[in-house]
């Protein structure tokens, strides 16, 4: 079993940077690919970034490339979303996820956080 939390949301204006965190309980959260998913208002949830276990892989939505990374620590058992030169468009609810069931960027994975709201002011 592995718990997710996130945390970092907020309101942040156009050009502005969060970080998101996901904190992850349970001693095999070294051993899951993790991702990072989003979900506005009427739209379906769709990929953000997602990080092999191992943290050699890291894998970038085309739409955030070059302004979003994705990274993890181990030693804190923590996946991190640093997320630079907002736009309106990035608005949404971020869940992170732990253990694709297949494809990592499907919503397909075995453990999902509650999520956390990220909004971009024009």
């Known amino acids: 079993q592995v718990q997710l939390v996130e945390s970092g949301g907020g309101l942040v204006q156009a050009g502005g940077s969060l970080r998101l965190s996901c904190a992850a309980s349970g001693r095999t959260f070294s051993s899951y690919h993790m991702g990072w998913f989003r979900q506005a208002p009427g739209k379906e949830r769709e990929f953000v970034a997602a990080?092999?276990?191992?943290?050699?892989?890291?894998y970038h939505a085309d739409s955030v490339k070059g302004r979003f990374t994705i990274s993890r620590d181990y030693a804190k058992n923590t996946v991190y979303l640093q997320m630079n030169s907002l736009k309106p468009e990035d608005t949404a609810v971020y869940y992170c996820?732990?253990?694709?069931?297949?494809?990592?960027?499907?919503?397909?994975?075995?453990?999902w956080g509650q999520g956390t709201q990220v909004t971009v002011s024009s």
């Open positions: 990080i092999s276990w191992s943290g050699d892989n890291t």
């Open positions: 996820a732990a253990g694709p069931r297949g494809d990592v960027t499907a919503p397909e994975y075995y453990y």
